[in-house]
């Protein structure tokens, strides 16, 4: 069964800075994996998916990697603003489980400071 | 274009209740997802469908009924609602090994 894991569970940082978020999972058989944003309160949003021939893929100040053969994944945020302070998900698609369907990792918490 | 919308997005219940959770998407996705989140459980997946007129299983089925009624249409019904099942429901939808993409979510309470 595939197991998501994400260290930290929170992360405090003052603005400006760069940071990495990491995801770890358990299977290497992946098809993709995705990064979520979840704001408290509302639901996901969709940040970045890599499938799984790929090794990262970029979208303004985020770029997320890949190394499937590790089973990590990181999320890297340059220039942090408070903006971004949010709770962000990593979650797999594993062969196996039908239909593509997610298995999620618990979450970081960012704070950015002012 | 709305993306995932989901109805209520605030419900409370009485032990034993009934009630239906709607969900649409106006992507053309063949695939449709409901997951619920708890608090140091993280999202897990209730049922999916991969196609119009297919359901099936996921996680934590149990105490749980899904109907895909269309391509853009996907319901969950809780028959006799228990405490337990006090948590929020989200809505996702896919194309194939694309990105999925999630509605707003539904809180429920369950006294």
């Known amino acids: 069964k595939q197991e998501v894991t994400q260290i930290p569970a929170a992360l405090s940082v003052p603005e400006g800075e760069n940071l990495v978020l990491n995801c770890s999972f358990t299977d290497s058989a992946i098809y993709n994996l995705q990064w979520f944003r979840q704001d408290p309160g509302k639901g996901l949003t969709s940040l970045l998916l890599?499938?799984?021939?790929?090794r990262e893929q970029t979208s303004g100040r985020l770029n997320a990697s890949l190394d499937k053969s590790s089973g990590r994944s990181t999320l890297y945020i340059a220039a942090s603003q408070p903006g971004d302070s949010a709770t962000y998900l990593c979650a797999v698609s594993s062969p196996g489980a039908g239909s593509y369907q997610l298995t999620f990792g618990k979450g970081t918490k960012l704070s950015v400071i002012p | 274009n709305a993306g995932v919308t989901q109805t209520p997005k605030f419900q409370v219940l009485k032990t034993g209740q009934s009630m239906t959770l709607q969900c649409a998407q106006d992507m053309n996705h063949n695939s449709m997802y409901w997951y619920r989140q708890d608090p140091g459980m993280g999202l897990r997946l209730i049922y999916y469908?991969?196609?119009?007129?297919?359901?099936d299983k996921g996680e934590v089925p149990n105490g749980y009924n899904v109907s895909r009624l269309n391509k853009r249409e996907f319901s969950l019904r809780l028959e006799s609602a228990a405490p337990s099942q006090t948590s929020v429901y989200f809505c996702?939808?896919?194309?194939?090994?694309?990105?999925?993409?999630f509605g707003p979510g539904t809180r429920l309470l369950v006294l």
């Open positions: 890599i499938q799984s021939s790929q």
């Open positions: 996702a939808s896919s194309g194939g090994a694309r990105a999925q993409y």
């Open positions: 469908s991969a196609s119009e007129g297919t359901t």
